[in-house]
């Protein structure tokens, strides 16, 4: 079963908005990570952050993670129209020996 | 950084014959890779984490004798689905972890997509 789910499932903005995505999860984890996908393609890693971490920020991303609601989100900002794509939220669990479960994704479009 | 190369990135088989899919880690050793399967519109799900030298570990519903997992290097696995049929046609990624990298994140090959006609 899936270990976190996503929303919204898709999600179409203008460019130079802000994106924001949410990510539920179920049990104890020891971190989440944020990946995108390009269509037809691999996953690229976004950011990592531990569970007792309660924000991080890489470049135009921003991740929260409140681990009494087990939730997270994914804040870009600023979009690009390069910035679609689908985005997912992993969880790893302490008894899973970090290996991650994945998330339904979101599927964003920043229209130009 | 790390990288990870899976082939074919695409490929196409007649029902009923076995496509090989080849996962390598090309600049780290990985004693642990997974295997995911993607539907259109869909998150991965995880199929088998495959072990070097050891038999892959396989998750609930995955037929081991349908995809067959190999793991003979530290840099070197292969999925390769046996008398595929229609419905096996997917997505499949693998993946990789960086062991000398605390809490790296996973590494993924860009997939390749299996068309069985």
């Known amino acids: 079963s899936q270990q976190g789910e996503e929303d919204p499932q898709a999600l179409s903005i203008q460019e130079g908005e802000n994106a924001t995505m949410n990510c539920s999860y179920k049990?104890?984890?020891?971190?989440l990570q944020w990946y995108r996908q390009n269509s037809g393609r691999g996953l690229v890693h976004l950011i990592l952050?531990?569970?007792?971490?309660r924000e991080k920020h890489s470049g135009r991303l921003r991740v929260t993670l409140d681990t009494s609601k087990k939730s997270s989100s994914l804040l870009i900002t600023a979009s690009r129209a390069a910035d679609t794509a689908s985005y997912f939220c992993?969880?790893?669990?302490?008894?899973?020996?970090?290996?991650?479960?994945f998330g339904g994704g979101t599927r964003l479009m920043v229209k130009p | 950084g790390a990288v990870v190369s899976q082939h074919p990135s695409r490929v196409i088989c007649k029902s009923g014959t076995s496509v090989k899919i080849e996962c390598r880690s090309l600049?780290?050793?990985?004693?642990?890779m997974f295997w995911y399967r993607q539907f259109p519109k869909q998150s991965l799900m995880l199929m088998a984490t495959?072990?070097?030298?050891?038999?892959?570990?396989?998750e609930q519903g995955v037929e081991k004798d349908k995809f067959l997992i190999n793991h003979a290097s530290l840099t070197l696995s292969t999925l390769t689905v046996t008398s595929a049929h229609p419905e096996d046609s997917s997505f499949y990624i693998c993946?990789?972890?960086?062991?000398?990298?605390?809490?790296?994140?996973?590494?993924f090959g860009n997939g390749t997509r299996l068309t069985v006609t």
């Open positions: 993946s990789a972890r960086d062991p000398g990298q605390h809490n790296s994140p996973l590494h």
């Open positions: 049990t104890s984890i020891n971190n």
């Open positions: 952050i531990r569970s007792n971490e």
């Open positions: 992993a969880t790893a669990t302490n008894n899973a020996g970090n290996m991650l479960t």
């Open positions: 600049d780290f050793q990985a004693t642990t």
């Open positions: 495959s072990n070097e030298g050891s038999k892959a570990t396989y």
